[in-house]
């Protein structure tokens, strides 16, 4: 066991779902066609000047809010300046004397104790063209110059791989819950760097920087090598240098990129072309109102509704299928979570598919959980039914009588094979009669095959009780 | 000789509406004289355009008092097809696909472009000699300077190749120039024109404006060019007005200023005389004049050192040779931005790009560029403090009648002084309009400087026609001086 504490600080660049850049009125569209989406504005061509997003402008107050910041009502930006080939104009537009906000903080589980991460502040910025390289040449995609990001930058407050972890699995959470952002990491949507020290004492080690990490159990990977590399240093007399690394997954080392000298020279100054704007108390009230039910607040509720964790689990980790729970839930939360999570679940997965991609809907899931929680229709015919309704829809009533899956609900018809299987069953008669519970489940099995599972088991329970106690 | 150039925008209008000249003859006097012509003012002409226009024309609309004039466009402002070089070999072969804004709108009014003027290279200077293409000519005496950076466009109008010209100004330069040649030029109030389509030199202080023969014409211009543009932040949304509207007002009852710096010792004597001349003048005709002080004048070349390199160095950053413009054979990145940069600009942006970087850096930024912005609020404020109780503040546009070609040179500061009188403006955001007052005993000319609020440049029009009535001068450049 070591005896140095580790102490990391994380910063998360997430770019906004918006429709547009956060300059110009080019789309902000991933995945198109190479340096399609741009315009002059994007490739920084003389006299070309910014645009504000509002939309964008919105959602970073939405991820303040949802971050416990505080606001800061007063929008400006600034030009970081540094030459680079990814960055058209020799300057990103970013928010360095303002941030939209700060000052807030993140509650993060590890191990059933709850901690707070603080949030240093979070601020709006443009993210840069992609550089493509190759063994010879190197080629640059200006469709992501210009499209919105937020950087949430925290306070050095976390001590483990699993609090890191912890940390950006709730972000990622919180920003796909709220509408904010993607946050796939895989396609950059979602980035980290991840700053670590470590020391055997109170005081802060030095810190390295291992940039662009690509998935939230890497962040983990990367931040042990690197405690452990810098332990060894330590542990060998030398001395931790500020520097930036990178990670490299399939050694599961960090690697140096370049040491930090004195400071970066950004020679930061206001953007002049963006004159200085006020957010009112209205607008904020506005962003406010459309945050949803978040996580926490959800898997409070669905505690209380007495949904299994489990199920929590899966429904929260999956946004769509949550969302469909939400809107469907009111009947039996408990049956319907067990439909959405089992047999609909294991179905989207096996097919690899989506619940837009399906057939099943709010009106026939409701309908289906009525006759579940009624013992209209049995287990057995919920396996056979549910594909039916997920690949060609429908009115369940409707399938249930074209498959033959009537209940039979008439007393007469349901009292003659409730006394058949009395008069052939005296064993288990007399068991019951003794007091073995264990009997009437079988009796009643018995009977729910004699009637091809087509018995209604509430009227057969209760026709079964009384015949017994005659 | 002059058929028509040498005549007014309104009796040009006249000639145009009633048939008895028709668009294509002002575009061909305007390429005859401009290509016999050695004032160097184009660094580029286009004549099939503005034929092929000036044809288009013949059956349009002609109830905008604009049409059928020509104009000559300062070389910093995009037009769509047209190469627009800032006068530099970063820029020697750049064609726009966009038109800046305010070509949109001197189309709108049927203007017809036949150049792009000459100017300082992205505007840095106020000789006009820092061009890739040399310096353009003083119609007024050939060895002698335009002024800059607009100088281009100065040497056009004063030179009579056409009757108005665009010019941009960010430290003077549209207002300096105009002195030097004896034309009316007028920098608006910041955000009056859209800057979108202007290459940026200095975007907190960059303002195009209108450069003509006489007053009326200049704030005819002005009506044209004016309007929201909602693709640049910081376009002001106005209701639009006629700047004419009070022109040929009595001027009995105004309140004008003038600052004791402006006529200090830094101003030479004969322009002292000729501004002190216009202050009787108006006395006489029942303005009052006051001699006031405006805080911090006397740091206008400091802080515009500041914040116009300051912002320049990050706006120049963007001809880096991977996109367009100027691009060095190169093995690396780096290799390309440090050849590009040092092959594609002249020695006097490089210095300003230095000096802005520098004073950008680290703790610079605080002890200069953030003071510097503390010391312009301070200036601006006591420009308002001052609008409370006057109408108008006068002075001297510049400290010296133009100098030769080749002067000055030597002595980065002393372009910058030239300048110290009209920085101001642009750091109060400002309206300032030159108009010519007499000449000095070289017959070079003198030109005086009116400023006004933010958004008043009606009242400036007025004092300017004013004394341009009563002074009626003789402003026409000999032609043997043309030959």
Known sequence: MSNYKKTVGIEVHCELKTKTKMFSNTLNNYGAKENSQVNTIDLAYPGSLPLVNKGAINLALKAALILNCKINKLVCFDRKNYFYPDLPKGYQITQARHPIGVDGYVMINVGGIDKKVRIHDIHIEEDTAKSIHQTDKSYLDFNRSGVPLI??????????????????????????????????????????????????????????????????????????????RQEEILENG????????????????????RVKETGNDYRYFPEPNIPEFEITDDEINSVKSEIPKLPDELRSEYRTLGVNENNIKTLISNRELCSFFEKVKEFDPIITSNLITGDILSYLNKNNLSLKDIKLNEDNLKELVKKIKNSEI?????????????????????????????????DSALQTIVDKVISTNPESVNDYKNGKDRALKYLMGQIMKESRGQANPVTVNKLLIETLNK | MSKYLDLSIRELHELLVSGKIKPKDLVLEAFDKLENSDLNAFITVCKDEALKRAEELENADKSSMLYGIPIAIKDNINTKGIRTTCASHMLENFVPFEDAFVIDKVNEAGMIIVGKTNMDEFAMGSTSQTSYFGAPKNPWDKTRIAGGSSGGSASVVAGLLA??????????????????????????????????????????????????????????????????????????????EDFTRLIGEDIKGMKIAVPNYFISDIVDSEIKENVLSVCELLKENGATVDFIDIKHLEHAVTLYQIIAMGEASSNLARFDGVRFGYSADSNSVDELYAKTRAEGFGSEVKRRIMVGS???????????????????????????????????????????????????????????????????????????????????????????HIIGNRFEEAKMYKLGSFIEKELNLDLKVKEENHE
Do not use: W
Not at chain 1, 240 to 252: L, P
């Open chain 1, 378 to 410: 049995s287990s057995k015919q919920v396996k056979t039914l549910l594909p039916i309704l997920m690949e060609k829809g429908g009115n369940v009533e409707d399938i249930m009588k074209e498959h033959g899956m009537v209940q039979i609900s008439d």
């Open chain 1, 238 to 257: 030398g001395v931790i240098v500020e520097e930036t690394r990178r990670f490299d997954e399939k050694d599961c080392k960090t690697i140096l990129m």
């Open chain 2, 163 to 240: 009757p108005i010209a665009l010019g941009s100004d960010t430290g003077g330069s549209i207002r300096q120039p105009a002195s030097y040649c004896g034309i009316v030029g007028m920098k608006p109030t910041y955000g009056r024109i859209s800057r979108r389509g202007l290459i940026a030199f200095g975007s907190s202080l960059d303002q195009i404006g209108p450069m003509t023969k006489n007053v009326y014409d200049n704030a005819l211009v002005l009506n044209s060019l004016v309007g929201y543009d909602e693709f640049d932040l910081t376009s002001s949304n106005r209701e639009a």
């Open chain 1, 151 to 228: 950087e949430i930058v925290t306070e050095a407050d976390m001590h483990t791989e699993e609090e890191a972890m912890a940390y950006l699995t709730k972000l990622r959470e919180l920003f796909v819950y709220a509408d904010i952002s993607d946050c796939k990491m895989e396609e950059g949507s979602m980035r980290c760097d991840v700053n670590v020290s470590i020391s055997k004492d109170d005081t802060l080690g030095v810190r390295t920087e291992t940039k662009n990490i690509g998935s939230i159990s890497s962040v983990g990977k990367a931040i042990t090598a690197e405690s452990i």
């Open chain 2, 358 to 448: 520098y004073l950008l850096s680290g703790d610079n930024a605080k002890e200069y560029y953030t003071k510097a912005l503390q010391v312009r609020n301070s200036m601006k404020e006591s420009f308002d403090e001052a609008f409370k109780k006057y109408d108008l503040i006068i002075g001297p546009t510049t400290t010296t009648v133009a100098y030769h070609l080749g002067e000055g040179m030597d002595d980065v500061r002393k372009t910058f002084l030239d300048d110290v009188l009209v920085i101001p403006v642009n750091m109060a955001g400002l309206p300032g309009l030159n108009i010519p007052i007499g000449f000095n005993h070289e017959h070079m000319p003198i030109g005086l």
